[in-house]
């Protein structure tokens, strides 16, 4: 479960694309590499998590005036900018090179369509309200690993589960009679999200991380730019700034927390992404004048809660107190 987080966010998958390796970075962590540092971790994830925060702002302060193609568009295509170097230091097109093209093409396909799904909740959710729900992504991938990876959970992981699905209903409530359909569309691409994880778990096994990138990202642009004869508003000066921006700021926050995945274990930094829900709530009333309501905060201290158990739940045991194999 330490994949579960790419999801977040995401839409942590797409929105929140993290190191798709927090597996090596235990292993440095356990063997006292010297890049390791849970301080520098902790700086990297906290504002990688601001970051995405704002991206999520930007995408909401354009409103439902720009289709969803043209935002996903500009979103990944940006995002390359600052991808760049990490490619080119990678091989350039060599990152292409996969032994998984099929778990590549299932990947990217659920990817979209939790992306597309994201961009339509924040349109209608008030940004805290739709991060909240996005954050009920790791508890579906728990429930998927179940049936997809046949894993066993233990009694305390799966009542975890059960109280974070219980923060969701409780969020429900207020949308039930006019406004369900942002609530459902939010909770759509956290289920696309969790789903993703599942292939991200199978995939980094062989794939490294920057190759999940580029070709989720390549995904995006393309899809993105086919549906644009479509649909396709022509942003001014000030809307053309934001649009780049979105993609530019996803750029830099998926850097920062492919960083602090090498620096601290998964059960270290995963939990920080949740940070995102404070400064969701700060921009939505700095810059939408929207409070939270209570209904929104007690949901949200319940997935947050449950999330954070069932990742640290996920933690091995520390070497000295495992189990030594036997030897013959």
Known sequence: MFLTVKLGIQCHNWLMETSAEPENSLK???QGSP?????????LALA??????LMFALIKLLGKAYPAGEILFCRSFFALIPLLPAIIANGGLKVFQTQKPLMHLTRST???VSAFLCIE???LLPLSEATSFFYSAPLITTVFSIFLLKETISFKKLAAVMLGFGGVLYMLQPHVNHSLSGALIALGSALGAGFVAIELRRMSETEKSITIVSYFMTACTLVGLLTMPFQFTMPGPTDAAILIGIGITGGIAQIFMTEAYKHAPASTVAPLNYSSLIW????????FAKIPTLTTVLGALLV???GIFVIKADRPPPLETRQPEPTD
């Open 304 to 306: 947050t809660a449950s």
């Open 121 to 123: 909740a924040l349109k």
């Open 48 to 53: 990688s998590s601001a970051i995405f925060s």
């Open 280 to 287: 969701a709530s700060g921009f939505d009333a700095l810059i």
């Open 110 to 112: 659920m990817g979209l």
């Open 28 to 30: 440095q962590a356990e």
């Open 35 to 43: 890049t390791t540092s849970v301080h520098t971790a902790v700086r």
